[in-house]
Protein backbone atom coordinates (compact mmCIF):
# COMPACT_ATOMS: atom_id res chain seq x y z
CA UNK A 1 0.00 0.00 0.00
CA UNK A 2 0.99 3.32 -0.45
CA UNK A 3 2.02 5.77 2.26
CA UNK A 4 3.08 9.39 2.24
CA UNK A 5 5.43 11.15 5.00
CA UNK A 6 6.21 14.59 5.51
CA UNK A 7 8.86 15.95 8.10
CA UNK A 8 9.55 17.72 10.38
CA UNK A 9 5.96 17.28 11.97
CA UNK A 10 6.52 20.77 13.83
CA UNK A 11 9.04 23.51 13.15
CA UNK A 12 9.97 27.53 14.45
CA UNK A 13 12.35 28.81 12.61
CA UNK A 14 13.04 32.83 13.15
CA UNK A 15 12.65 35.37 10.37
CA UNK A 16 15.49 35.36 7.49
CA UNK A 17 16.80 31.63 8.61
CA UNK A 18 16.17 28.96 5.48
CA UNK A 19 13.74 26.57 5.62
CA UNK A 20 13.80 22.77 3.99
CA UNK A 21 10.51 20.57 4.05
CA UNK A 22 10.67 17.04 2.76
CA UNK A 23 7.69 14.63 1.27
CA UNK A 24 8.44 10.95 0.18
CA UNK A 25 6.18 8.82 -0.83
CA UNK A 26 6.26 5.21 -0.88
CA UNK A 27 4.61 2.41 -2.75
CA UNK A 28 4.12 4.01 -5.86
CA UNK A 29 5.72 4.91 -8.93
CA UNK A 30 5.73 8.52 -10.85
CA UNK A 31 3.10 10.05 -8.98
CA UNK A 32 2.00 13.71 -9.17
CA UNK A 33 3.18 15.38 -6.32
CA UNK A 34 2.02 18.86 -4.55
CA UNK A 35 2.97 21.51 -1.95
CA UNK A 36 0.01 23.39 -0.33
CA UNK A 37 0.07 25.91 2.44
CA UNK A 38 -3.03 26.11 4.83
CA UNK A 39 -2.78 29.51 7.27
CA UNK A 40 -4.61 28.98 10.39
CA UNK A 41 -8.39 28.72 9.92
CA UNK A 42 -7.80 29.30 6.02
CA UNK A 43 -8.25 27.13 3.23
CA UNK A 44 -5.62 25.26 0.95
CA UNK A 45 -3.07 26.95 -1.46
CA UNK A 46 -1.37 25.42 -3.97
CA UNK A 47 2.28 26.45 -4.06
CA UNK A 48 3.70 24.23 -6.43
CA UNK A 49 3.01 20.71 -8.44
CA UNK A 50 5.14 18.62 -9.89
CA UNK A 51 4.43 15.28 -12.89
CA UNK A 52 8.13 14.12 -12.88
CA UNK A 53 11.64 14.69 -12.05
CA UNK A 54 12.78 17.79 -11.92
CA UNK A 55 9.44 19.07 -13.18
CA UNK A 56 8.33 21.71 -10.89
CA UNK A 57 5.11 24.45 -11.66
CA UNK A 58 4.63 27.41 -9.34
CA UNK A 59 1.17 28.43 -8.57
CA UNK A 60 2.10 31.32 -6.43
CA UNK A 61 4.96 33.59 -6.89
CA UNK A 62 6.90 34.02 -3.27
CA UNK A 63 10.19 33.16 -1.95
CA UNK A 64 9.15 29.65 -1.37
CA UNK A 65 10.89 27.32 -4.06
CA UNK A 66 10.34 23.54 -5.03
CA UNK A 67 12.91 20.68 -6.01
CA UNK A 68 11.88 17.24 -7.11
CA UNK A 69 15.29 15.43 -6.65
CA UNK A 70 13.99 11.99 -7.21
CA UNK A 71 10.55 10.36 -8.40
CA UNK A 72 9.16 10.24 -4.91
CA UNK A 73 10.83 13.09 -3.09
CA UNK A 74 9.46 16.21 -2.96
CA UNK A 75 11.55 19.40 -1.46
CA UNK A 76 9.88 22.82 -0.59
CA UNK A 77 12.81 25.28 0.46
CA UNK A 78 12.99 28.81 1.19
CA UNK A 79 16.36 30.40 1.64
CA UNK A 80 14.43 33.70 3.98
CA UNK A 81 11.78 33.01 5.53
CA UNK A 82 9.28 35.67 6.10
CA UNK A 83 6.14 35.87 9.23
CA UNK A 84 4.01 35.41 6.33
CA UNK A 85 5.30 31.99 5.30
CA UNK A 86 3.63 30.78 8.64
CA UNK A 87 1.59 28.24 8.08
CA UNK A 88 0.43 24.42 7.95
CA UNK A 89 2.84 22.95 5.21
CA UNK A 90 0.59 20.10 3.00
CA UNK A 91 2.45 17.72 0.67
CA UNK A 92 -0.20 15.24 -1.90
CA UNK A 93 0.30 13.05 -4.36
CA UNK A 94 -1.92 11.36 -6.64
CA UNK A 95 -1.12 8.24 -9.25
CA UNK A 96 -1.42 10.61 -11.97
CA UNK A 97 -4.64 10.49 -13.59
CA UNK A 98 -6.57 14.06 -13.60
CA UNK A 99 -9.21 12.26 -11.42
CA UNK A 100 -7.79 10.69 -9.11
CA UNK A 101 -7.93 11.17 -5.77
CA UNK A 102 -5.39 13.53 -3.63
CA UNK A 103 -3.66 11.69 -0.58
CA UNK A 104 -2.47 14.02 1.41
CA UNK A 105 0.45 13.74 4.06
CA UNK A 106 0.29 14.47 7.81
CA UNK A 107 1.43 17.68 7.21
CA UNK A 108 4.38 20.06 8.97
CA UNK A 109 3.18 23.19 10.94
CA UNK A 110 5.78 26.02 10.64
CA UNK A 111 5.29 28.85 12.64
CA UNK A 112 7.96 32.08 11.68
CA UNK A 113 8.69 34.30 14.82
CA UNK B 1 -10.52 31.02 -9.72
CA UNK B 2 -11.00 29.82 -6.04
CA UNK B 3 -14.71 27.96 -5.86
CA UNK B 4 -17.05 29.80 -3.43
CA UNK B 5 -18.35 27.74 -0.51
CA UNK B 6 -21.24 27.96 1.12
CA UNK B 7 -22.71 28.26 4.22
CA UNK B 8 -19.07 29.27 6.03
CA UNK B 9 -20.20 27.27 9.55
CA UNK B 10 -23.15 25.29 10.55
CA UNK B 11 -23.72 23.98 13.84
CA UNK B 12 -26.05 21.42 13.88
CA UNK B 13 -27.62 18.62 16.63
CA UNK B 14 -26.52 14.83 16.21
CA UNK B 15 -29.15 13.38 14.16
CA UNK B 16 -29.86 16.73 11.98
CA UNK B 17 -28.68 16.82 8.10
CA UNK B 18 -27.07 19.42 6.20
CA UNK B 19 -26.19 20.55 2.64
CA UNK B 20 -22.74 22.05 2.11
CA UNK B 21 -22.59 23.78 -1.42
CA UNK B 22 -19.79 24.48 -3.94
CA UNK B 23 -19.84 26.94 -6.79
CA UNK B 24 -17.05 27.87 -10.04
CA UNK B 25 -17.52 30.68 -12.10
CA UNK B 26 -15.38 28.38 -14.84
CA UNK B 27 -16.45 24.93 -16.43
CA UNK B 28 -15.66 22.02 -14.04
CA UNK B 29 -14.19 18.54 -14.84
CA UNK B 30 -14.10 17.26 -11.76
CA UNK B 31 -15.30 18.13 -7.77
CA UNK B 32 -13.54 16.56 -4.96
CA UNK B 33 -14.57 16.81 -1.13
CA UNK B 34 -12.55 16.29 2.06
CA UNK B 35 -13.00 16.83 5.31
CA UNK B 36 -10.11 17.90 7.35
CA UNK B 37 -10.22 17.76 11.70
CA UNK B 38 -8.42 20.15 13.49
CA UNK B 39 -4.77 20.25 13.33
CA UNK B 40 -4.80 17.07 10.82
CA UNK B 41 -4.23 16.23 7.27
CA UNK B 42 -7.28 16.65 5.25
CA UNK B 43 -9.31 12.95 4.49
CA UNK B 44 -10.99 11.93 1.13
CA UNK B 45 -14.39 11.75 1.03
CA UNK B 46 -15.56 11.79 -2.95
CA UNK B 47 -14.90 12.40 -6.19
CA UNK B 48 -17.58 13.72 -8.73
CA UNK B 49 -16.90 14.20 -12.45
CA UNK B 50 -18.57 15.97 -14.91
CA UNK B 51 -22.00 14.15 -16.08
CA UNK B 52 -24.33 15.14 -13.40
CA UNK B 53 -23.23 12.28 -11.27
CA UNK B 54 -24.48 11.45 -7.79
CA UNK B 55 -22.57 9.61 -5.72
CA UNK B 56 -23.07 8.15 -1.90
CA UNK B 57 -21.39 6.63 0.78
CA UNK B 58 -23.41 5.86 4.17
CA UNK B 59 -24.92 8.73 5.31
CA UNK B 60 -23.20 11.25 2.95
CA UNK B 61 -23.28 11.92 -0.57
CA UNK B 62 -23.00 14.36 -3.09
CA UNK B 63 -24.43 15.73 -6.08
CA UNK B 64 -22.23 17.38 -9.56
CA UNK B 65 -24.73 19.76 -11.66
CA UNK B 66 -22.14 20.42 -14.27
CA UNK B 67 -24.65 23.08 -16.15
CA UNK B 68 -24.79 24.94 -13.30
CA UNK B 69 -21.15 24.55 -12.57
CA UNK B 70 -21.48 23.67 -8.65
CA UNK B 71 -21.51 20.37 -6.36
CA UNK B 72 -23.42 20.17 -3.14
CA UNK B 73 -22.53 17.33 -0.41
CA UNK B 74 -25.57 15.84 1.69
CA UNK B 75 -24.98 15.31 5.33
CA UNK B 76 -27.70 13.33 6.47
CA UNK B 77 -28.84 12.09 10.20
CA UNK B 78 -25.04 13.79 11.20
CA UNK B 79 -22.65 12.03 13.61
CA UNK B 80 -20.86 13.98 16.21
CA UNK B 81 -17.58 12.15 13.98
CA UNK B 82 -18.96 14.44 10.91
CA UNK B 83 -17.43 17.69 12.79
CA UNK B 84 -14.98 19.07 11.10
CA UNK B 85 -14.07 22.07 8.30
CA UNK B 86 -15.23 20.14 4.45
CA UNK B 87 -13.23 21.55 1.43
CA UNK B 88 -14.10 21.40 -2.33
CA UNK B 89 -11.67 21.15 -4.68
CA UNK B 90 -12.46 22.01 -8.18
CA UNK B 91 -10.61 21.11 -11.10
CA UNK B 92 -10.97 22.55 -14.61
CA UNK B 93 -9.78 21.23 -17.56
CA UNK B 94 -8.26 18.14 -16.48
CA UNK B 95 -5.66 20.14 -15.48
CA UNK B 96 -4.27 17.85 -13.00
CA UNK B 97 -4.62 20.83 -10.66
CA UNK B 98 -7.21 21.21 -7.50
CA UNK B 99 -8.02 24.60 -6.58
CA UNK B 100 -9.86 24.77 -2.86
CA UNK B 101 -12.57 26.58 -1.63
CA UNK B 102 -12.38 28.20 2.04
CA UNK B 103 -14.37 25.58 3.73
CA UNK B 104 -17.15 25.27 5.38
CA UNK B 105 -16.79 24.58 9.34
CA UNK B 106 -19.38 22.41 10.38
CA UNK B 107 -19.68 21.42 14.09
CA UNK B 108 -22.43 18.47 15.57
CA UNK B 109 -23.21 19.11 19.28
CA UNK B 110 -24.54 16.01 21.08
Known amino acids: SQTIHQWPATLVQPVGSPLSLECTVE??????LYWYRQAAGRGLQLLFYSVGIGQISSEVPQNLSASRPQDRQFILSSKKLLLSDSGFYLC????????????FGPGTRLTVL | QQPVQSPQAVILREGEDAVINCSSSKALYSVHWYRQKHGEAPVFLMILLKGGEQKGHEKISASFNEKKQQSSLYLTASQLSYSGTYFC???????????FGSGTQLTVLP
Open chain 2, 89 to 99: GTEIGSARQLT
Open chain 1, 92 to 103: AWTPGLSTDTQY
Open chain 1, 27 to 32: GTSNPN
